[in-house]
């Protein structure tokens, strides 16, 4: 297995790949970060195409070939395993090829065709909770990755949908998505996301990263999910959720903090 249970899992990374100046930088921070706290465990992430942005003008990224090129870069030379999304069927081969972890979107969660794909792929497999979804609901999606023999399978709350522009985590979810038999995990930065809200793009509210990923850890989430990025402000997509990789040290150590003291 790849999830360590001894270890806090975080997935970290760019939203979108970018370039390999924002790789480089996000991987050298984590290996930092990581010969500090030995109880940690990373999967570096990033996005090759943000193919569900919320007005045709937004960037959407690398392209597969080029992105897939950047997380093997990453293996490469950081030593990490590396995660990325898949949106059809027809990405997974190439994504398997390289990527530790194959993730399905959120709004993808119920599409049994790419599940059974990806579980298909021997690799692990990492999908969101729909925003549409209750985390009783996440049974059935989990089940269809069974069915179709998944390696190893995780699950995420990244908010659920509450009114217009808004997004709200229910920490119910971690002990009730648990009982799946799989690890959950929180999506601490796209639950503080705005939806549309920012006039053709996402808005966000980064400042409640820190508190939402320290309740799910006390809730029992067994991991996090966290974009991080040199200069937010400067990101081709979801900057005003992602961590400044600056802040990035101090936040895992108080999550860690509150990790250790709920597992004892």
């Not at 030379?77 to 398997?96: I, K, N, S």
């Not at 065709?113 to 049974?139: H, I, Y």
């Not at 939402?212 to 850890?217: E, G, S, W």
């Amino acid at each position: 297995m790849l999830f360590h249970p001894k270890k806090l899992l975080v997935i970290a990374g760019p939203c979108s790949l970018e370039n390999e100046r924002v790789c480089r930088a996000v991987a050298t921070a984590l290996g930092k970060i990581g010969k500090q706290h030995r109880d940690l465990q990373f999967v570096f992430k990033g996005s090759f195409d943000k193919a569900n942005r919320t007005s045709a003008a937004g960037a959407r990224g690398t392209g597969l070939e080029q992105g897939l090129a950047l997380l093997a870069m990453v293996k490469r030379d950081y030593g990490f395993p590396v995660l990325t999304d898949v949106h059809e069927r027809q990405q997974v081969p190439a994504v398997a090829a390289v990527c530790d972890v194959l993730q399905i979107p959120a709004f993808l969660s119920r599409q049994t065709d790419l599940l059974l794909a990806a579980a298909a792929s021997g690799r692990v497999v990492n999908v969101k909770k729909g925003q549409f979804l209750s985390p009783q609901e996440m049974v059935f999606v989990t089940d269809k990755l069974r069915e179709g023999k998944a390696k190893e399978i995780w699950q995420t709350e990244r908010g659920t949908t509450f009114g217009y522009h808004n997004l709200v985590v229910d920490m119910r979810s971690f002990p009730i998505m648990r009982q799946n038999g799989y690890p959950t995990i929180l999506d601490a930065t796209h639950s503080v996301q705005l939806p549309g809200a920012a006039g053709g793009k996402s808005g966000g509210e980064r400042q409640f990263v820190a508190p939402l990923a320290k309740a799910a850890l006390a809730a029992g989430a067994d991991g996090l999910f966290i974009e991080t990025h040199p200069n937010p402000a400067k990101a081709i997509s979801d900057g005003p959720n992602m961590v400044p990789l600056a802040e990035l040290p101090a936040l895992l150590a108080s999550c860690l903090a509150v990790w250790r003291a709920v597992r004892g």
